[in-house]
């Protein structure tokens, strides 16, 4: 007879070891914002991080944006010349990519290039004792090390996002206008027309903010939390890239559920 | 051995820290059991013991790092546990730290480094931290390094810029995690005479955890032996050196079996190589 007890028991530390995990995560974030004060007295610390974080993501981000935008164009255009509506490829384009592509994406190659370096660096300091030495030095590493980097991809993501949208506009304007031959009024009158700032633009920041919050929060915990060995830091850096894509794409449902029920 | 260290040290009133049967374990698993020691204010004090003896566990419980499951730590008279963080932090501004590799910060140069705690504590101007930074570099030998990064140090000198990091604010205690471990012998005699210097010139007080005997008896001025989470034996280098308890004889001459068996422990050898009814070789 088939022994269920195991495989039980196995589901059950799971469990209990994800909601454990979860209230240390939260906690976490609170010890992070009553440590923020430093970040705002010494905005210098934050302006730093951005620069790690946001500044260096810029070639990844812009490069990928430009491609989507590009790919955007290439299949909205198939589809629209069925129905003889080549013009609103510029809308197609922008609508996408402001509603959804442009945080989504944006924020998992957030994840993927800041995220993991936030965690692997923040590990290799707790794996070095370079955390614990600023703490025996009367220094908070949550004020000096952790918030910083947290508050500064708050900082960085929606602008990320922003530009990787820009950029994925003008993508699909390259293929869209210069090579297919779209008419170029049209392309952007109409995309001027049915993008509402508030309800898109608005909306699209607000939901790369709360990626920006999530990515940087699993990111800094994950480093904090990851065992002092290199086997440790490996995993937790691992951890951080598959928990923020999978929080990413589970908090945009739930935001995109909400955003489209305001509007009832 | 205790009538012979209140003799020397008269620790009554001059002991900068006092641990009192402190117990500490990780989970179910205990590694300090009723520990009691002083530190006279001044001096050089070693706490040694084999790697797994507790003697690091016992250097973060002074420090405030960790909090004994029962049992007393003072620093200066004052109760180290149960403080806030403000009054912890308060407190390390008083002691510091110097780890077993130093634990520089990588994206800092050694001048940024040594200056950090100078930077986050004090509201002087750079330039009078430029002074005490290279001031304590000079001490060390390492005021030609300020440019470099810690990566682009040896071990030894990595140990030499932490060293000055950790007294850049002259500090009254001064603990040291392993300070000689993995050095060349020139490296390591210069990090032991810098300890005895800086605790001299500066008027503090230092514990070494270490395992290092030589180094330490030529050192020191009071030696504490730990094994398997009680204190097994303490008293002076001359003392240590003719002490006849078994534990200190075998750590100190460095005997392969004693009271710290060579064998781990395991069932008995003939049975495990198949050999049934036999004893254990």
């Known amino acids: 007879m088939l022994d269920i007890r195991r495989p039980l028991g196995r589901l059950g530390h799971n469990v209990i070891d994800g909601v454990w995990r979860a209230g240390t995560m939260a906690r976490f974030l609170w010890l992070v914002l009553a440590s923020s004060g430093t970040s705002f007295s010494r905005f210098r610390l934050v302006m730093r991080e951005v620069y790690f974080s946001g500044v260096l993501s810029l070639i990844i981000i812009i490069v990928s944006g430009l491609f989507v935008g590009m790919v955007l164009g290439l299949q909205g255009y198939e589809t629209l010349q069925k129905y003889g509506a080549t013009e609103s490829i510029g809308v197609l384009v922008a609508l996408s990519l402001v509603r959804e592509l442009g945080p989504v994406v944006a924020a998992l190659l957030f994840a993927s290039r800041a995220g993991s370096a936030i965690t692997a660096e923040i590990g290799l300091m707790k794996t070095t004792e370079q955390l614990t030495a600023m703490d025996m030095m009367a220094v908070s590493p949550m004020a000096r090390v952790i918030a910083p980097r947290f508050w500064a991809g708050i900082i960085s993501m929606p602008i990320l996002s922003l530009l990787f949208s820009a950029m994925g506009v003008f993508g699909g304007y390259i293929v869209g206008v210069v090579m297919i031959g779209v008419d170029n009024g049209a392309f952007w009158s109409q995309m001027q027309a049915a993008v509402d700032f508030r309800y898109d633009v608005v909306r699209g920041i607000v939901k790369s903010f709360v990626f920006g919050i999530a990515v940087t929060i699993i990111a800094t915990f994950e480093g904090y939390d990851a065992p002092p060995t290199a086997e440790g830091v490996s995993g937790a850096t691992t951890r951080t890239v598959v928990t923020s894509a999978l929080m990413i794409l589970a908090l945009d449902l739930v935001l995109t559920a909400f955003m489209l029920r305001s509007e009832d | ?281």
């Open chain 2, 1 to 281: 051995m205790a009538l012979s260290f209140r003799a020397i040290f008269r620790v009554t009133d001059t002991s900068l820290v006092e641990v009192e049967s402190v117990s500490f374990a990780y989970a179910r698993r205990p590694i300090l059991k009723g520990v009691s020691m002083r530190v006279p204010r001044g001096k050089v004090v070693a706490i040694m013991g084999a790697s797994g003896s507790g003697k690091t566990t016992l250097l973060r419980i002074i420090g405030g790092q960790l909090a004994p499951s029962s049992g007393i730590v003072r620093f200066d008279g004052e109760k180290v546990h149960g403080l806030d963080a403000d009054a912890l932090y308060r407190m390390r501004r008083r002691m510091s730290m110097l780890f077993q590799f130093g634990a520089l910060f990588t994206d800092m140069t050694v001048y940024e480094n040594v200056a950090f705690p100078l930077r986050e504590h004090t509201g002087l101007p750079e330039s009078m931290i430029r002074d005490l930074v290279l001031m304590k570099l000079e001490a060390v030998g390492m005021r030609g390094a300020t440019r470099l990064k810690p990566a682009e140090l040896s071990g030894g000198m990595a140990r030499r810029v932490a060293l000055a990091r950790a007294v850049v604010l002259d500090p009254t205690l001064v603990m040291y995690d392993e300070p000689f471990a993995g050095l060349d012998p020139i490296a390591l005699a210069v990090i032991g005479r810098l300890i005895r210097t800086l605790n001299d010139a500066l008027g503090s007080t230092s514990i070494i955890v270490t395992h290092d005997v030589v180094e330490s008896m030529n050192l020191v001025d009071y030696l504490y032996f730990i094994s398997n989470g009680v204190i097994v034996g303490e008293g002076t280098p001359d003392e240590i050196r003719r002490s006849e308890l078994p534990y200190v004889k075998q750590f100190v001459h460095g005997e392969t079996d004693g009271p710290v068996a060579f064998h781990y422990p395991a069932p008995a050898y003939a049975k495990d190589v198949g050999l049934a009814g036999g004893a254990r070789a």
